[in-house]
Structure formats: C-alpha cells, structure tokens
C-alpha cells in the first residue's frame, strides 16, 4: 500500500514582543510547551518555521529611519544589496550579500514601530543551527528549523514564504534517478522541501495576526539531515538563465 502521509500545521501563540538581544530559542521552547487545550509541545521529527522577522529582532538587524518618509529606507536597500538588478519606479529588485534576489533587498517596515526598519539576518543557516541546538539541548527533540521570509515570484503574481535558511531538514529532495508513477525515470527533479514547509506554514501564521511561529508535524523522517538553504539552494549566476 502507498504511504500516504498526513501532515498537520499547528500556530504557536504565546511569543513576547521580540526585542534585541533576547533568547529567542528559549522564548519558542515557552510558547510550544506552554500549557494549552490541546498542548502543543515538541516531537522528534517536528520542523519549526520562524518568522525571518523576530530571528531579525532578536538579533538586532534594525535601523532606524524616518518615520514621516515611507522610503526612507532606500538608501539603507542600496547598502545592503550588492547588485541592483531592476529598477521600476520606487520598487528595486536586488541581489543580497546572501545572493537572495528580492524586493528591496529583504528590507521590511511592516509589523514595526514607524521609525525602524528590519534587515535580513546575516547568516539565516546559522541562526536556525543555533535554535535547534538550544532546542535539543533543553528539550532533548529532534527538530528541524525553517527561517522563513515572504518573497515574491518572477513571472507569478502574489507573495509566498520561502527559506531563508534551515537546520537539521535537507533543503532539497532530490528524486533524480527515481521513478514516477508510471515508470519513467525522472531527470531533473529536486524538490525544495524547505520552501514547501515554509509555505505551508504561512498559511496558518498569517500577516497580521501575530504568529511568528508555526509548528509542522508528520514530516517523512527521512528528509532529515544536514544542509544549509545558502549552500544548496541559491542559485550560482552562471547557472542562472536570466542573469
């Protein structure tokens, strides 16, 4: 019989205002063992999907700006991007020292006091080890962790999350070699596993609601194991076709 897996998406309410400096990891162990009706906890094999945002705060990847300027922020976009790749009016697509290509360089003023503006963590891969270190430490757990950020698409309307950087979840399944369902042997397909989950998990934390942290449960063991969203999933520029 096929394996049909179920996968369940639970929110973790709870978490504090983020402020630099703070024990995010420990902050998450609290909201998901906190006493709740059902209890939330953590399991071997859960992935947590974090908020780019609060790893930001924590981290204090902040800058202030003029809050009676909506772009104040663009010349710190300029500094943190090491390559402009479009400019149309007020909006610039941009290549990160992380290789990310993204609007404004990941820069964010949502969901924070009018006079800051909230950069993208230097090394995301790093700052999910460290989480899931701290969470196997305290708690014992296997977990994966999944920093997640909201991108937009080329060619695509609408906004989706994606991976910023992960820990102990293999960013790419890579099902070159294998079969499909009819028998075929598939040639170039790599799944990222890692956008997928965060994906999923935005659906249940939402914009405005709150919700940093997102719990998924059921995730084939198997795609468990080493590897970091800069290494394995960012394209290299001379692979990239557009440019």
Do not use: Y
């Not at 460290?130 to 757990?141: F, H, Y």
């Not at 102990?168 to 099902?175: A, C, M, Q, S, V």
């Amino acid at each position: 019989m096929t394996d049909l897996r179920r996968l369940e998406i639970i929110p973790v309410p709870g978490l504090p205002e983020v402020q630099p400096g703070d024990d995010l990891a420990g902050q998450v162990m609290d909201a998901c063992t906190a006493p709740s009706d059902p209890p939330i906890g953590l399991l071997d094999h859960d992935v947590l999907v974090i908020s780019q945002k609060v790893v930001s705060k924590a981290e204090n990847k902040l800058v202030k700006v003029d809050p009676t300027d909506p772009q104040a922020h663009k010349p710190v976009v300029l500094e943190e991007s090491v390559r402009v790749i479009r400019r149309r009016g007020d909006l610039i697509i941009s290549q990160t020292k992380h290789g990310f290509v993204c609007a404004s360089a990941g820069i964010d003023r949502s969901n924070v006091a009018s006079d800051t503006a909230v950069l993208l963590p230097d090394d995301s891969d790093r700052s999910a080890r460290r989480i899931r270190d701290a969470i196997n430490g305290r708690l014992g757990v296997d977990v994966g962790i999944v920093v997640a950020d909201t991108f937009g698409r080329p060619w695509r309307r609408g906004l989706t999350d994606v991976a910023l950087g992960c820990a102990g979840i293999k960013p790419i399944l890579d099902l070159r070699g294998t079969d499909d369902a009819v028998g075929r042997e598939l040639q170039v397909t790599e799944v990222c596993i890692v956008d997928e989950l965060a994906g999923a998990a935005e659906l249940v934390r939402g914009k405005s609601n709150g919700i940093a942290v997102a719990i998924i449960r059921g995730v084939d063991p198997a795609w468990f194991g080493p590897g970091s969203v800069q290494d394995d999933i960012v394209r290299d520029p001379q692979e990239d076709l557009f440019r």
